[in-house]
């Protein structure tokens, strides 16, 4: 079964850092370009970042950028999401889904929620 | 704002059809982009519902379905049933900004 499991979520201040994690499983990890997809409190879908197969191509979006990074180790089948400086507007919950065909997202995990607070 | 444009919420009783559009522009959808949808239950991660403009995964009833045409696209459900009370969104590509994968605002069925 095709599986992405997210983790490290929690509550940190203005100004904190945090790191995501998404384990993969059920698929060859190492052939699929990979995601982070947040969605703030009652809101919308929002795409954060993208990563390739080989790490070779990266883009974030612009309320991101500078401050995020996002990384993967194909070997443990792992997708990473390291957020710095946080701000309360990057409270939502983070989910990482796979890239079929550098087109649609499929499958999502579940999530994992981020609250910055003081 | 949403660089691809849903309605806020679509409404429909139990049988009936609703429609939810998706409109984009010359730098997306009018340019020849696919566009995906997604349904998110209440409380659940999202899944993809249509791919490539009508494509369905596996799973996914023929009560659902996708059309594009210019600079927008459409969700169709037909036979609308109490479980299909959810969110729902576009997403496409998107050749003007940084990054490249744009989502609609959603949009919000609620069955009658």
């Known amino acids: 079964e095709v599986q992405l499991v997210e983790s490290g979520g929690g509550l940190v201040k203005p100004g904190g850092s945090l790191r995501l994690s998404c384990a993969a499983s059920?698929?060859?990890?190492?052939?699929?370009?990979m995601n982070w997809v947040r969605q703030a409190p009652g809101k919308g879908l929002e795409w954060v970042s993208s990563?390739?197969?080989?790490?070779?191509?990266?883009y974030y979006a612009d309320s991101v950028k500078g401050r995020f990074t996002i990384s993967r180790d194909n070997a443990k089948n792992s997708l990473y999401l390291q957020m710095n400086s946080l701000r309360a507007e990057d409270t939502a919950v983070y989910y990482c889904?796979?890239?079929?065909?550098?087109?649609?997202?499929?499958?999502w995990g579940q999530g994992t929620l981020v609250t910055v607070s003081s | 704002q949403s660089v691809l444009t849903q309605p806020p919420s679509v409404s429909g009783a139990p049988g009936q059809r609703v429609t939810i559009s998706c409109t984009g522009s010359?730098?997306?959808?009018?340019?020849?982009?696919?566009v995906h949808w997604y349904q998110q239950l209440p409380g659940t991660a999202p899944k993809l519902l249509i791919y490539?403009?009508?494509n369905r995964p596996s799973g996914v009833p023929d009560r659902f379905s996708g059309s594009k045409s210019g600079t927008s696209a459409s969700l169709a459900i037909t036979g609308l049933q109490a479980e299909d009370e959810a969110d729902y969104y576009c997403?496409?590509?998107?050749?003007?900004?940084?990054?490249?994968?744009?989502f609609g605002g959603g949009t919000k069925l609620t069955v009658l």
């Open positions: 889904a796979r890239d079929d065909y550098e087109s649609w997202f499929d499958p």
């Open positions: 059920g698929f060859t990890f190492s052939s699929y370009s």
């Open positions: 990563i390739s197969s080989s790490s070779s191509y990266i």
């Open positions: 010359s730098s997306n959808i009018g340019a020849g982009y696919d």
């Open positions: 490539g403009n009508s």
């Open positions: 997403q496409s590509y998107d050749s003007s900004l940084s990054g490249p994968w744009v």
